[in-house]
């Protein structure tokens, strides 16, 4: 795409390393960063891995994954991510530890580099102030499975200006991808109506109404969810849909958004969901098996 050869991102967890895996995939020199090099290597290994099952899968062809895995480079220090033409921020779900990056990067940019966060919630106006570039600053919200969700939702920020929106637009659409556009309010569309359900699914075992397994049956079968909201919740981390409903709950003021207590308590004790190993499930049998 005009105006993007190298795209840095800052975070291999699972959305960096998904993140990286489409923009390799569609041709884009790509350079990942995380706080280690052995985190910065599980990600490149995860990502191969990947695209091993697409090729399995007949998802994408072995010469295809080769040239991909040809773009892949780690970038050991964070300064090394001001060289490309987009850096695409992917770290936790946490706004300090979004902006000590964003300030730490800031120094290092080429005067022509635009800044992306692929944040879930958090506000894009602020991120941005923190930066020499608000009015290159957009959102990117990948959703997860990176390679297997079509939808990149893009958010701008107060400051952020036309072009910034173009590029973002056409680049999404370089990887595949169907865009929507999101104004830049707490955790914008697919959060704002997702995450709220799964909270309340969490209110619905709290209060007794259901077991995990009928909760999750009724949504599957009933409301025809692919997934369970419970089942949902332990993929994508309770952590994260913790940090997401205060982010609603704090933004938006309103008694609707209050995460519910059972949530709190699986966060506190480290029942993150799949990851962590239990959350509303046990995962560490062959069989995952409810908590409650």
């Given at each position: 795409m005009v105006g993007i050869k190298t795209v840095g991102i800052i975070g291999a967890g699972q959305m960096g390393a998904g993140i990286a895996h489409v923009c390799a995939l569609a041709g884009y020199d790509v350079l990942l960063h995380d706080v280690s090099h052995d985190r910065i290597e599980a990600g490149l290994q995860n990502i191969e891995r990947n695209m091993t099952r697409q090729v399995a899968r007949g998802i994408i062809r072995q010469d295809e994954m080769d040239a991909g895995l040809k773009h892949l480079k780690a970038a050991e220090e964070l300064q090394a991510i001001g060289k490309s033409d987009l850096a695409i921020e992917a770290a936790?779900?946490?706004?300090?530890?979004?902006?000590?990056?964003?300030?730490?990067?800031?120094?290092?940019?080429?005067?022509?580099?635009?800044?992306?966060?692929?944040?879930?919630?958090?506000?894009?106006?602020?991120?941005?102030?923190?930066?020499?570039?608000?009015?290159?600053?957009?959102?990117?919200?990948?959703?997860n499975p990176v390679p297997v969700m079509k939808l990149v939702e893009i958010i701008r920020g107060i400051a952020t200006d036309a072009a910034t929106y173009e590029i973002a637009v056409n680049f999404a659409k370089s990887l595949g991808k169907t865009t929507a556009n999101a104004e830049d309010f707490p955790a914008?569309?697919?959060?704002?109506?997702?995450?709220?359900?799964?909270?309340?699914?969490?209110?619905?075992?709290?209060?007794?109404?259901?077991?995990?397994?009928?909760?999750?049956?009724?949504?599957?079968?009933?409301?025809?969810?692919?997934?369970?909201?419970?089942?949902?919740?332990?993929?994508?981390?309770?952590?994260?849909?913790?940090?997401?409903?205060?982010?609603?709950?704090?933004?938006?003021?309103?008694?609707?958004?209050?995460?519910?207590?059972?949530?709190?308590?699986?966060?506190?004790?480290?029942?993150?969901?799949?990851?962590?190993?239990?959350?509303f499930y046990d995962y560490r049998g062959e069989t995952p098996i409810p908590t409650r």
């Open positions: 936790t779900e946490d706004e300090s530890v979004k902006k000590t990056i964003f300030k730490a990067l800031t120094p290092h940019l080429g005067p022509k580099t635009l800044l992306a966060s692929n944040t879930s919630s958090i506000s894009i106006t602020r991120l941005a102030s923190t930066t020499d570039r608000p009015e290159k600053f957009i959102g990117l919200h990948f959703m914008f569309i697919v959060n704002r109506i997702l995450v709220p359900m799964i909270n309340e699914a969490i209110y619905t075992l709290y209060e007794g109404v259901g077991t995990v397994e009928a909760i999750d049956n009724a949504m599957r079968l009933g409301a025809n969810h692919p997934m369970g909201p419970l089942e949902l919740g332990d993929f994508i981390g309770l952590d994260t849909v913790l940090a997401i409903m205060n982010v609603l709950y704090e933004g938006l003021a309103d008694s609707k958004y209050r995460p519910c207590p059972l949530l709190v308590k699986y966060v506190e004790a480290g029942w993150l969901g799949r990851k962590a190993g239990r959350g």
